[in-house]
């Protein structure tokens, strides 16, 4: 209290107020709480006074010659049943504060012993994921190796592989290479050599002709037709013959009869046109049914004689009695609409140039842009096979179905037959197509296997020694060498290729193709 009052009559007097003076009261009421007693150090003392206070009385009052005498009392206190009672109290106090202190030590110690187990499981969980996580991390550092390595083998591996595969490629380039240099010497030695009889002169030849029926069918095109389609009254007359002439072509036989009364009757019809008093009338007339009567021949051959080859001869003898009957301009449409489907009865294949695609397979004879190469191969044959037909036809059997006069020569009728129709275009077909660039062209394989089956007999009759220098030069060089055909093999051209072989070793074998010739080279009665 005096300190206190001091203070405050230091701070009534003092105008100034000092920092230190506030340090020095905190100071002194720090030391004042650290000497003040907490309430349990309070409850304990107020009840050790009051538990002592009987026993200091009783002592006062004692008298003081207790404490001299000669003989000690057992205790100061036996008779005193006050501080037996204290003494109980104290005791039972003292039993009570040490089982409290006891539980207290207890619960404490549990708590203890519980906080450092939570304590030693948290370590040792937290022990227990670091080694999992490390262990986890190991593996994983593991795996992510091993799949560098795999990764990197395989990279490895690869790339020996490309490395291979471009070193075998560059191989077999440089191999492809050299065979084409060594094919292309060989190639330009054989035309020089002439090792397929012909020469290079025979090209130019076939040129010049594709060039001739091109303009022929210029003429029935661009002539003709569109007069035709002008005039009704023509029209209605030409339609009329169509629907003669059409059903007539498709029931040709073999039989010499039914090919006497067609052939007669189709001529009787075409006659019928040329007989037009009107000249332009009837030459236009005359033309219109003519080449209505060629495309219906080249339908059946694309038709009917690519599915049965020996259908070839009945309808040759037809176009030849009619040619013999003096239709000799069949002869020039029939040629022009051959030439345009098949630019191969020529021996011929005309050249690219700058046509497209497209416009260049019309020209070689295909009907569709995308037809197929065996579709394609098929109908030139039966085409081929009707031509072959034609050229090797014998006029006089032809004589006998034509019923000509009895008064007619055939000498004379044959005039009417043009030359691209006569048996010498068996040599000037197998020449041509014995000479670059026709003998590389993979559908030759296939045409030679139709002419030997069409027209080989004839032919090697015809031409004896010749002919047989030419089969054995298609045997040797064409076949064995393999210089006959594409380069790059297909399978049409592997079909054909081994029909042709069986057909030439078999003649070679026995000198004959009776075996392997198409039927009906003789007509039926």
Not at 239 to 260: C, D, H, Y
Not at 433 to 455: D, H, K, N, R, Y
Not at 491 to 510: G, P
Request: aromatic fraction near 6%; include cysteine; charge should be neutral.
């Amino acid at each position: 209290m005096r300190l206190d009052a001091q203070e405050s009559d230091d701070d009534d007097s003092d105008e100034e107020w000092d920092p230190s003076d506030r340090v020095s009261q905190r100071d002194i009421a720090r030391i004042r709480l650290a000497n003040e007693l907490d309430p349990w150090e309070r409850w304990e003392n107020a009840c050790h006074s009051r538990a002592w206070r009987p026993v200091h009385r009783a002592r006062s009052v004692l008298p003081s010659s207790a404490s001299a005498s000669s003989t000690p009392k057992p205790s100061s206190h036996n008779n005193d049943p006050s501080i037996d009672e204290v003494e109980n109290i104290l005791a039972q106090f003292q039993i009570q504060q040490s089982e409290v202190e006891k539980k207290e030590r207890e619960g404490f110690q549990k708590r203890n012993t519980s906080l450092w187990e939570g304590i030693e499981a948290a370590i040792r969980q937290a022990e227990q994921r670091t080694a999992d996580e490390a262990q986890r991390l190991v593996e994983a550092r593991r795996k992510q190796e091993e799949a560098e390595a795999k990764a990197r083998r395989a990279r490895e591996e690869e790339l020996k592989r490309i490395d291979a595969e471009k070193q075998a490629a560059r191989a077999k380039q440089l191999e492809e290479e050299a065979k084409a240099r060594e094919r292309a010497q060989q190639d330009e030695n054989e035309r020089r050599a002439n090792v397929f009889r012909g020469g290079s002169h025979m090209w130019p030849g076939a040129k010049t002709e594709y060039a001739h029926w091109q303009e022929r069918m210029k003429y029935v095109k661009e002539d003709v037709l569109p007069s035709i389609a002008q005039r009704a009254d023509w029209r209605k007359q030409c339609f009329t013959a169509k629907r003669a002439i059409t059903p007539k072509v498709g029931q040709l036989t073999n039989s010499q009869t039914e090919i006497m009364r067609i052939t007669v009757a189709i001529s009787d019809i075409l006659q019928q046109a040329r007989d037009v008093p009107d000249h332009d009338a009837a030459t236009r007339l005359y033309y219109w049914m003519l080449n209505h009567l060629s495309k219906c021949l080249i339908r059946q051959a694309e038709q009917e004689v690519a599915a049965r080859q020996e259908t070839a001869f009945p309808l040759a003898r037809l176009i030849m009695g009619l040619l013999l009957r003096g239709h000799a301009a069949l002869g020039d449409v029939f040629m022009a609409r051959l030439v345009k489907k098949c630019p191969w009865v020529l021996a011929y294949i005309p050249e690219r140039a700058s046509q497209d695609e497209a416009v260049y397979r019309r020209r070689i004879g295909f009907k569709t842009p995308d037809e197929t190469s065996q579709a394609y191969a098929s109908r030139i044959a039966g085409i081929m096979a009707l031509y072959f037909a034609c050229i090797q036809t014998s006029l006089e059997s032809v004589m006998a179905s034509a019923a000509l006069p009895t008064s007619t020569q055939l000498s004379d009728a044959a005039k009417h037959i043009p030359v691209e129709l006569r048996p010498g275009r068996l040599w000037t077909w197998q020449s041509r197509s014995l000479t670059p660039p026709l003998v590389e062209q993979g559908l030759i394989v296939s045409l030679w296997c139709t002419f030997l089956e069409i027209a080989g007999p004839v032919s090697l009759q015809r031409y004896k020694r010749q002919g047989t220098k030419i089969l054995s030069l298609l045997l040797e060089h064409g076949i064995y060498k393999k210089r006959l055909g594409s380069k790059e093999d297909n399978e049409v051209q592997h079909a054909a290729f081994i029909r042709l072989t069986l057909i030439l070793e078999t003649w070679k074998m026995k000198q004959t193709l009776v075996e392997h010739v198409s039927p009906g080279r003789d007509m039926d009665p």
